[in-house]
């Protein structure tokens, strides 16, 4: 990976990071920082589902492991939120590894897999529904101190920069992904499995790794959802709504592309937002705009945003081409 | 630990149950077994029938049962249109694609559904709604028994017409060889939407045998759907009868697993059900070979 | 280098393939030739690990790989290609045989220089940006073999690679065929195109239905009288070399 792959990156993250000092309303930075969480976990989806084509319906396991794993180490073990945090992406990861390990070791694929992540999400809500260790039904409270050293902050900023810094580093290790061997091996496997396996692609290992890689990223997103609004639920944590906003914004925003989830994720809350502007606050009514969004998608832009865009920027090139020839 | 009556009430509950959660699973098996799809917009049109239901009750007075000869053709019609000219065209034929456009259905449905009538509960009422069939050794809720008798009753007619009628046939030899039964002159296209829109009308009238014991809430198609795909996987999918035995045996482990571990947790037995068929034997009891 | 013992595989009550052996000695080009249905494609699939054998074994190097993964053979150096092609569609020609270049060479750039001199040794310099979906069905073969050659292989496998392939397609991939065993590399090749087999393959086996009948030189085995009858029907050997009647 050069500097080159790196510099689009920073140079974007450092343009999201002026916008704090631009924007004073709490209504937008609390819409950025959600909207952030939402494109982490989407980012970790995209690295399974459009990197590696196995398509999960169940990502909220992933979330909901960070989130409670956060919240339970410090409320009941006293553990530093920052440690807490770490310690919550990795249970994201091996909650990844262990269902991947089950799934793909039984060569569950398409629908079949789909089904089961769905199956195993359900599980761990229904379990965090009983429990007393999540407060069960009723959820579970991180204490309100505002203090660095509790990665609580007074300021939307505060959060807003963290998440940004989550974001990028998700980014990075995206592209590194893109050109690395194993990248090259997950993206084979996801165009045709046999041919790969052919060609010496131990594709159990690969697909492991992926959904490792991908529930520790969407596990992060979970973890920083705990710390900003110190509540949770089995609902929230575990609930649908999570695993279909993290597919929903890669798709819309580009399978398989580095910069789709972020996009995406933008894109679907800004329209979001701005429907409930014009109808009015109806509840689900987003939600009705991505269902719509989601279909058309997938009938006329399955590239999705980026795919589009990739495509104008050849058309422009070859226009460009044509003339050049022609003068 | 319990008397056995009670474990029997539980079970025979379970079976009336399982007999709805059975129709509920037949459309589901069907589309899979003509069109190879997994529909996930199922529950989401589950919910959209239960509402149309309540609505019908509420402005019409109508009677839930009389209710079916209403909604079956409407949901039929509805069906037939949503595969032909949406999921159908807007898949381009890609498995993928078709997952997430059933997807995308499920949401806008459901959130329309939420937008129109809020999350509220809601439930109708009929005369009959608390009565009850003494057969001697317990009592059992008459709507349910209903219900049961129903979802048996079109389970055997969906059966008759597969085997019977000559859309029927068209439907089984699609399943079986799609390439040789267009070869034939067969539109396959519209025997796909036939499928589909008789595996929406069924679930209109598991809508109708539902409401007069159930209540309805946008989420409401949520729970069944899963419930659903649990059934249609244990069954082996594409199977009629797999759906109806596996309608029955979810049926009996969800009540005895809310018996003994209560309401909330005892719903984990159906996904431990569901994790171990895909584990171990993704073809469930009845299924052909994927 | 490869020796097929005694494989049987039954599919419930149909035996595919009935007690063959066969042998690809290191450096040459050895061919394996029958009607359809003879059980070809599912010895291949068999010496490649895609499926497991009912009876026999596999060596490879004098190694028993019966048992082995797909992956693991590809490691060891047996490489083949796909009767019906597989490429990597949404990924450039030179994406594609990089998967390949990639099993012995971790670094993405190595992997992909060797991918562009590997599409040179198969007729592709010229479309290495294009995505595989585009290609030919003649771009695609050349795609599938530059693959399977990107994995360094000591053993080919090819499946009917000149499937499809119109004569004068034919005639530009032979001699391809032809540098990569003087390169040094054993090829086991399924053909039904016979011009190929008889320029290319210094041994042949005859398969029908899923019993070797015959094995030999090219030529001496398209003479055998079992192997026409098997192509041809019952009685055609004799009544190709019978002398012709008398015309009015």
Redesign the interface.
Same mark, same amino acid.
């Given at each position: 990976m050069s500097g080159r792959d790196v510099l689009p990156i920073v140079v974007i993250g450092g343009l999201l990071a002026l916008i704090p000092f631009g924007v004073a309303s709490n209504t937008l930075l609390n819409f950025l920082v959600f909207t952030l969480i939402i494109a982490i976990a989407a980012q970790g989806w995209n690295v399974l589902g459009g990197y590696g084509g196995q398509i999960s319906f169940g990502h909220s396991a992933f979330f909901g492991t960070g989130a409670y794993a956060t919240a339970i180490l410090q409320v009941h073990a006293g553990v530093n939120a920052w440690l807490a945090f770490g310690l919550g992406i990795l249970a994201g990861a091996l909650v990844g590894l262990a269902i991947g390990a089950l799934s793909f070791r039984a060569g569950l694929r398409g629908s079949y897999f789909a089904l089961i992540t769905l199956a195993f999400a359900e599980v761990f809500r229904i379990v965090a529904n009983t429990i007393p260790l999540t407060g069960a039904a009723t959820g579970i409270l991180i204490k309100l101190d505002a203090r660095p050293v509790n990665f609580q902050f007074h300021s939307r900023a505060a959060f807003f920069w963290i998440g940004l810094v989550i974001m990028l580093v998700a980014l990075i290790a995206t592209r590194a992904l893109e050109r690395s061997r194993f990248g090259a091996f997950l993206v084979a496997l996801r165009e045709n499995e046999d041919a790969a396996k052919a060609l010496g692609v131990d594709t159990l290992r690969v697909k492991l790794g992926a959904i490792t890689l991908s529930a520790a990223i969407t596990g992060a997103a979970g973890c920083l959802y705990a710390q900003y609004f110190l509540y949770l639920d089995p609902t929230i944590a575990y609930g649908v709504w999570i695993s279909v906003e993290a597919l929903l914004a890669p798709i819309v925003g580009g399978l398989g592309t580095a910069f789709g989830p972020l996009i995406g994720a933008l894109t679907l809350h800004g329209l979001g937002n701005l429907t409930s502007l014009l109808v009015g606050r109806v509840p689900g009514i987003d939600l009705v705009v991505y269902g719509i969004l989601l279909v058309l998608v997938i009938a006329f832009a399955p590239t999705g945003l980026v795919g589009l865009a990739h495509r104008v920027r050849d058309r422009m090139r070859q226009r460009t081409a044509l003339s050049a020839g022609a003068a | 630990m319990f008397a056995p009556d009670i474990i029997l009430t539980a079970v025979l509950n379970g079976l009336l149950t399982g007999a709805v959660y059975a129709l509920i699973a037949l459309g589901l098996t069907l589309v899979y077994g003509v069109l190879h799809i997994i529909n996930f917009a199922h529950g989401a049109l589950l919910t959209a029938a239960m509402f149309a239901v309540l609505v019908l009750r509420l402005t019409f007075g109508l009677d839930p049962y009389l209710a079916i000869l209403v909604l079956a053709p409407t949901f039929y019609l509805a069906g037939y249109a949503l595969q032909r000219f949406v999921i159908g065209p807007a898949s381009h034929g890609s498995d993928a694609n078709i997952l997430l456009v059933t997807l995308g259905l499920s949401i806008i449905i459901e959130n329309a559904l939420l937008a129109l009538f809020r999350s509220d509960t809601r439930s109708i009422d009929v005369p009959y709604g608390f009565s009850s069939v003494d057969i001697g050794i317990t009592l059992l809720s008459l709507p349910r028994v209903i219900a049961f008798g129903g979802a048996l009753m079109v389970a055997a007619l969906l059966w008759a017409f597969l085997e019977l009628t000559d859309t029927g046939k068209a439907i089984r030899a699609v399943a079986k060889e799609r390439l040789g039964a267009s070869l034939v002159g067969i539109d396959v296209e519209h025997v796909y939407a036939v499928t589909f829109g008789l595996g929406t009308a069924s679930l209109a009238v598991a809508a109708c045998l539902l409401m007069p014991s159930f209540y309805v809430t946008p989420r409401v198609g949520n729970a069944f759907v899963l419930v659903a795909f649990t059934i249609v996987v244990l069954g082996g999918m594409g199977s009629i009868p797999g759906a109806l035995i596996g309608g029955l045996i979810i049926g009996v482990v969800e009540s005895l697993g809310g018996l003994y571990l209560g309401e909330s947790l005892g719903q984990i037995g159906i996904f431990v059900i569901f994790i171990l068929v895909l584990l171990l034997r993704p073809t469930g009891l009845f299924g052909a070979k994927a | 280098m490869l020796r097929a013992e005694r494989i049987t595989k039954r599919f419930g009550g149909l035996t595919a393939i009935d007690d063959v052996t066969i042998t690809a000695p290191a450096g040459r080009i050895t061919g394996l030739i029958g009607p359809n249905g003879a059980g070809k494609t599912t010895l291949f699939a068999i010496v #490649?690990g /895609?499926e497991p054998p009912s009876d026999g074994c596999v060596l490879f190097e004098d190694q028993d790989i019966t048992t082995e993964? &797909?992956?693991r053979r &590809?490691?060891r150096g047996i %490489? @083949?290609t /796909?009767q019906i092609v597989?490429?990597?569609? %949404?990924?450039t020609v030179r994406?594609n045989i #990089?998967?390949?270049a990639?099993?012995r060479h @971790? #670094? @993405?750039r190595d992997?992909l220089i060797r991918a562009e001199r590997i599409a040179a040794r198969v007729g592709l310099a010229g479309e290495l940006d294009k995505p595989a979906a585009n290609l030919t069905v003649a771009g695609r073969k050349r795609l599938e073999l530059g693959? #399977?050659l990107? &994995?360094e292989p000591k053993l080919l496998l090819l499946d009917e690679v000149l499937a499809g392939l119109n004569p004068s397609e034919i005639r530009d991939v032979l001699p391809v065929i032809r540098a990569i065993r003087d390169g040094g590399v054993t090829i086991l090749m399924v053909e039904h195109v016979m011009q190929a087999v008889i320029h290319l393959c210094e041994h042949v086996y005859v398969l029908a239905e899923g019993r070797l009948i015959a094995e030999g030189a090219p030529a001496a085995v398209c003479q055998d009288s079992a192997v026409i009858e098997a192509y041809l029907g019952r009685g055609a050997a004799g009544r190709l070399s019978a002398p012709e009647p008398g015309h009015a």
């Open positions: - | - | #490649a /895609f993964a &797909t992956h &590809t490691l %490489a @083949r /796909f597989q490429p990597f569609g %949404a990924l994406e #990089a998967v390949g990639h099993l @971790r #670094a @993405r992997a693959r #399977a990107a &994995t």
